[in-house]
Nanobody
Framework: QVQLVESGGGLVQAGGSLRLSCAAS????????MGWFRQAPGKEREFVAS????????YYGDSVKGRFTISRDNAKNTVYLQMNSLKPDDTAVYYC???????????????WGQGTQVTVSS
């Protein structure tokens, strides 16, 4: 069982930056693929980024490529999402996810956090 707790969300102006963190409980953090999804009001949950177990491979959704960076620190059981050049369209609840089976997180991933709100004002 893995418990995920996100932090770092908030209100920022367009063009600004935020860094989200996701702290995971348990001893097997390094065996999970980790990543982020987001969901805006009235929209489906959207893939943002994923990082492999070692941190050596990353994947990004098309809408965030070149602006967001995902990383992980297995010693701290934490995954990060650095978000730069934020746009109003990035406004959403951001969810951390962990997957014990696949190399990339998906909507079917095992574990989910409660989410953290990111609001980008124009």
């Amino acid at each position: 069982q893995v418990q995920l707790v996100e932090s770092g969300g908030g209100l920022v102006q367009a063009g600004g930056s935020l860094r989200l963190s996701c702290a995971a409980s348990g001893r097997r953090f390094s065996t999970y693929a980790m990543g982020w999804f987001r969901q805006a009001p009235g929209k489906e949950r959207e893939f943002v980024a994923s990082v492999s177990r070692s941190g050596g491979t990353t994947y990004y959704g098309d809408s965030v490529k070149g602006r967001f960076t995902i990383s992980r620190d297995n010693a701290k059981n934490t995954v990060y999402l650095q978000m730069n050049s934020l746009k109003p369209d990035d406004t959403a609840v951001y969810y951390c996810a962990a997957d014990s089976t696949n190399r990339v997180i998906s909507r079917e991933s095992n574990y989910w956090g409660q989410g953290t709100q990111v609001t980008v004002s124009s």
